[in-house]
């Protein structure tokens, strides 16, 4: 009996120590222009609270969010919570036309949802338009009061995000290259926390300083939130130890280079463990995509030890070249996941869906478009196109027909050589890509594997592919066509490495699984977002389960109707 009252007393302490840790956090963007400097020029740009990032939000696991957001810009806006699962709470996503309508210049909404299983380094960002170019910002989520990371603690956390710069208004690039029917225009410079650094005109003071000292460790919590470069970073004589990637801990790897895609984030530790000086960090883009015209210039930080002299000149890395895919290859395979570590969840044995999904370039028929025609992108040959009357996520909540249709097919349409570019070219068929707004419906709870086949029929390159709402296993990649009877003896069922968005490689093919246990409609989409206006998504609509805790709630009071 004292045995039952003393295990008691405890289960009681926990409870109240994990009811106090918990905590609302509240926050307001003003989200309005604001002029800014950079490359010799001024130039309007929309942006939070008046910063660029915007603000980093830090709350601890078990917490909720609440977020005000004022949109004083000129254009539609909605937030998206890169990475949140939003658990029961699919309404604070944040897709444009997926789970809400756009908040309209001069309204407001509320985002609020709590951050549940999930720690680490996420991010927020805009999802109309380009705007996200410069509305985003850090969403950092520490572990909950007694739970220590699973690594030795650093002495200080650095967020570094990754941006890109247009000296042009972004909506204006976008919409250019939407009427032409060609690619847009490309960035002028990439910028590390907002500024670009010395290797660009006019910005020899304008380069983000981190100011260590020597014996110490520190937590860079590395976010990629340009728009269509992914990227390699090296900080010269340093290594760094990889220890999550995309809010999911990893076995620790070290690394003399991160390889980071848009969306993706990666947490390292960087031990200041060399001689007193000064030593540049650098990013700059890795191309996969042969012949297509890209960003190649090179933006830099500079880490200061404590003691180093003023007119001491900076190492700079020696870089990887823009096209090296061995070396990108190596990094997004050597990462595992730390299983048995906090919030790990074992790979599902079980599959109760099978999906086979090409993800590649061809065109589209644009009677507007100076030459008839405009580039598009498609998975399964679908061809994505977003509602105009009615959010998915009402749809599906609603029961209204008429705003997507439950036909996205389990595998393409046509089976050809997908990564044989010489013979695709001569099948001028397979270029046309049909528009759409077509999901896959799944059963609460069921399993999915997915095998994300790259194509070669308009150019080949590695596509992020970002999932809203879940985290999936990575459970092997490689090069050339998917083989179904050699390529699963790769798989890694035990530790594999755990993500929300994960590159498929260049002319080849990754695996992915999950289990659908979040009720709501799921955006699936590259997040390139030269590739998103063009069709390159698809979304999954999770019906609801048969209790209450697996059942969507009703949408807030003050969600924005179109």
């Known amino acids: 009996m004292l045995r039952l009252l003393f295990w008691l007393a405890c289960a009681l302490v926990l409870l109240a120590s994990s009811v106090a840790s918990a905590a609302i956090v509240e926050h307001s963007f003003h989200v309005k222009n604001l002029t800014v400097r950079r490359l010799c020029t001024e130039q309007v740009v929309t942006a939070v609270n008046g910063s660029l990032p915007g603000p980093t939000l830090r709350v601890q696991e078990g917490d909720t969010l609440k977020v005000h957001v004022f949109n004083k810009s000129p254009y539609n806006m909605t937030i998206h919570w890169h990475g949140v699962f939003q658990l029961l709470s699919a309404w604070a996503d944040g897709p444009n036309m997926v789970t809400q309508c756009p908040i309209p210049p001069g309204g407001?909404?509320?985002?609020?949802?709590?951050?549940?299983?999930?720690?680490?380094?996420?991010?927020?960002?805009?999802?109309?338009?380009?705007?996200?170019?410069?509305?985003?910002?850090?969403?950092?989520?520490?572990?909950?009061?007694?739970?220590?990371?699973?690594?030795?603690?650093?002495?200080?956390?650095?967020?570094?995000?990754?941006?890109?710069?247009?000296?042009?208004?972004?909506?204006?690039?976008?919409?250019?290259?939407?009427?032409?029917?060609?690619?847009?225009?490309?960035?002028?410079?990439?910028?590390?926390?907002?500024?670009?650094?010395?290797?660009?005109?006019?910005?020899?003071?304008?380069?983000?300083?981190?100011?260590?000292?020597?014996?110490?460790?520190?937590?860079?919590?590395?976010?990629?939130?340009?728009?269509?470069?992914?990227?390699?970073?090296?900080?010269?004589?340093?290594?760094?130890?990889?220890?999550?990637?995309?809010?999911?801990?990893?076995?620790?790897?070290?690394?003399?280079?991160?390889?980071?895609?848009?969306?993706?984030?990666?947490?390292?530790?960087?031990?200041?463990?060399?001689?007193?000086?000064?030593?540049?960090?650098?990013?700059?883009?890795?191309?996969?995509?042969?012949?297509?015209?890209?960003?190649?210039?090179?933006?830099?930080?500079?880490?200061?030890?404590?003691?180093?002299?003023?007119?001491?000149?900076?190492?700079?890395?020696?870089?990887?070249?823009f096209n090296d895919t061995p070396t990108a290859n190596k990094?997004?395979?050597?990462?595992?996941?730390?299983?048995?570590?906090?919030?790990?969840?074992?790979?599902?044995?079980?599959i109760d869906e099978h999906m086979f999904v090409t993800v590649g370039l061809g065109i589209s028929i644009c009677p507007t478009c100076s030459n008839g025609t405009r580039i598009s992108a498609s998975m399964n040959n679908f061809s994505f196109v977003s509602p105009t009357t009615l959010s998915m996520l009402q749809a599906f909540f609603f029961n209204v027909s008429g705003i997507y249709t439950p036909d996205f097919p389990d595998t393409p349409p046509i089976k050809f050589d997908y990564t044989n570019a010489s013979i695709n070219a001569l099948n001028p068929s397979l270029l046309i890509t049909p528009k759409s707004t077509s999901v896959k419906v799944l059963k609460y709870n069921s399993t999915v594997e997915m095998v994300l086949q790259n194509t070669a029929i308009l150019g080949v390159e590695n596509h992020p592919m970002h999932l809203h709402g879940f985290n999936f296993h990575v459970l092997a990649q490689g090069f050339g066509n998917y083989d179904p009877v050699k390529d699963p003896k790769k798989f890694n069922l035990v530790n594999p490495q755990t993500r929300n968005t994960i590159g498929v490689p260049v002319g080849g093919w990754a695996v992915i699984r999950f289990r659908a246990n979040n009720p709501g409609v799921w955006f699936m989409h590259c997040h390139l977002d030269v590739h998103l206006p063009w069709g390159l998504a698809t979304a999954f609509v999770v019906e609801n389960g048969p209790t209450a805790d697996s059942t969507l709630p009703p949408p807030p009071a003050d969600l924005p109707q179109c």
């Not at 012949?291 to 880490?303: E, Q, Y």
């Not at 990094?331 to 079980?350: D, M, Y």
Request: proline share 8%.
């Open 331 to 350: 990094f997004f395979t050597n990462i595992t996941g730390l299983a048995g570590g906090p919030h790990w969840v074992p790979v599902p044995r079980q």
């Open 108 to 321: 407001k909404y509320t985002y609020q949802f709590k951050l549940l299983k999930q720690e680490g380094t996420l991010w927020w960002h805009a999802h109309v338009s380009w705007l996200r170019a410069t509305v985003h910002g850090a969403l950092i989520i520490r572990p909950g009061s007694g739970h220590p990371y699973p690594f030795p603690k650093p002495d200080k956390e650095v967020p570094i995000l990754f941006g890109e710069w247009w000296n042009a208004n972004v909506v204006d690039v976008e919409n250019q290259a939407l009427a032409s029917g060609a690619a847009p225009n490309i960035s002028d410079a990439f910028t590390i926390n907002g500024l670009p650094g010395d290797l660009y005109p006019c910005s020899q003071n304008r380069i983000f300083k981190l100011k260590v000292q020597r014996g110490k460790t520190y937590l860079l919590r590395i976010i990629n939130a340009a728009l269509n470069n992914e990227l390699f970073f090296k900080i010269a004589n340093h290594n760094m130890t990889v220890v999550a990637v995309d809010a999911g801990y990893t076995v620790p790897y070290v690394t003399g280079v991160i390889v980071i895609g848009p969306g993706q984030t990666v947490d390292a530790l960087l031990a200041a463990d060399q001689e007193v000086g000064s030593y540049y960090m650098a990013a700059n883009a890795y191309a996969s995509a042969a012949g297509a015209l890209f960003d190649n210039t090179t933006t830099r930080g500079v880490v200061v030890y404590e003691g180093a002299p003023s007119s001491a000149t900076p190492i700079m890395p020696l870089m990887p070249a």
